[in-house]
């Protein structure tokens, strides 16, 4: 974990399905895949920015931040993430895309990762990096994902 005041705020929203953690995860358009995270703005605390990011760019509202899974020097630009999971009420699709006002607009197409299982050439390699910390730090079972949720 870093001492260092976080710059970024990542929303983790984890949910259990035949018997594993799964992670959700996007498809950026032009970056690979990734894990909700933005600036933290000034006077805002990394908790809210998680909350809002997640409603920026998933359109999914959160009603608070249950676990701090503490934060991360990044190898890039020197940026240290809060790592926040975030509680949502109600059930979320399997898959769904979400158009975000990031770069003109973007469509970023959302779907669930099983917690335990590495993250395929398609991740963004920083992003693949905080995996292994998320698998590390993550709170519950990471089971690994039945073939029947593999094939989803």
């Not at 895949?33 to 990394?46: C, H, L, N, T």
């Not at 089971?143 to 593999?150: E, I």
């Amino acid at each position: 974990m870093s001492d260092l005041a976080p710059t970024k705020a990542c929303a983790i929203v984890l949910r259990q399905r035949d018997n594993a953690t799964e992670l959700l995860v996007f498809r950026h358009p032009l970056a690979g895949i990734q894990i909700v995270k933005g600036k933290i703005e000034r006077g805002e605390s990394s908790q809210a920015a998680a909350l809002r990011e997640l409603w920026e760019e998933a359109g999914i509202r959160a009603t608070r931040v249950t676990a701090d899974l503490g934060t991360w020097a990044s190898p890039y630009e020197a940026q240290v993430w809060a790592l926040h999971v975030c509680e949502v009420t109600g059930e979320l699709p399997d898959t769904w895309t979400h158009r975000t006002a990031d770069d003109g607009g973007l469509d970023f197409e959302f779907f669930w990762h099983p917690l335990p299982n590495a993250p395929t050439a398609e991740w963004h390699p920083v992003f693949a990096a905080a995996w292994r910390l998320l698998v590390a730090r993550s709170p519950g079972p990471t089971a690994p994902a039945s073939p029947a949720a593999s094939s989803r």
